[in-house]
Nanobody
Framework: VQLQASGGGSVQAGGSLRLSCVAS????????MGWFRQAPGKEREFVAA????????FYVDSVKGRFTISRDNAKNTVYLQMNSLKPEDTAVYYC???????????????WGQGTLVTVSS
């Protein structure tokens, strides 16, 4: 599967952005999906995950209450709604797909190209 992320940009602290990730193919609903981010000079960080049907969600503590992951299987798309953004959210954000349907580590099978989010204070 090929993944295309979009929606990044520059925003002031407290603002919002919605990232989208569109997947190719007709088996999108069979994949668990995740969002990761990598800030300059830092390791990639797991941000959020959603199961195949959307019934299970996971968020890293630093984004709980501010970010929402969702998916639309009819549109082959996973979203990351980011509210109350902070400068420390600045990073390249990546979407990823997992064939097992639900994992909470970096061992995803397919990765998108990343979209840059910059939050200024």
């Amino acid at each position: 599967v090929q993944l295309q992320a979009s929606g990044g940009g520059s925003v002031q602290a407290g603002g919002s952005l919605r990232l989208s990730c569109v997947a190719s193919g007709r088996t999108f609903s069979s994949y668990g999906m995740g969002w990761f981010r990598q800030a300059p000079g830092k390791e990639r960080e797991f941000v959020a995950a959603i199961s195949r049907s959307g019934g299970r969600l996971f968020y890293v503590d630093s984004v709980k209450g501010r970010f929402t992951i969702s998916r639309d299987n009819a549109k082959n798309t996973v979203y990351l709604q980011m509210n109350s953004l902070k400068p420390e959210d600045t990073a390249v954000y990546y979407c990823a797909a997992d064939k097992t349907g639900w994992i909470l580590d970096n061992e995803y099978d397919y990765w998108g190209q990343g979209t840059l989010v910059t939050v200024s204070s």
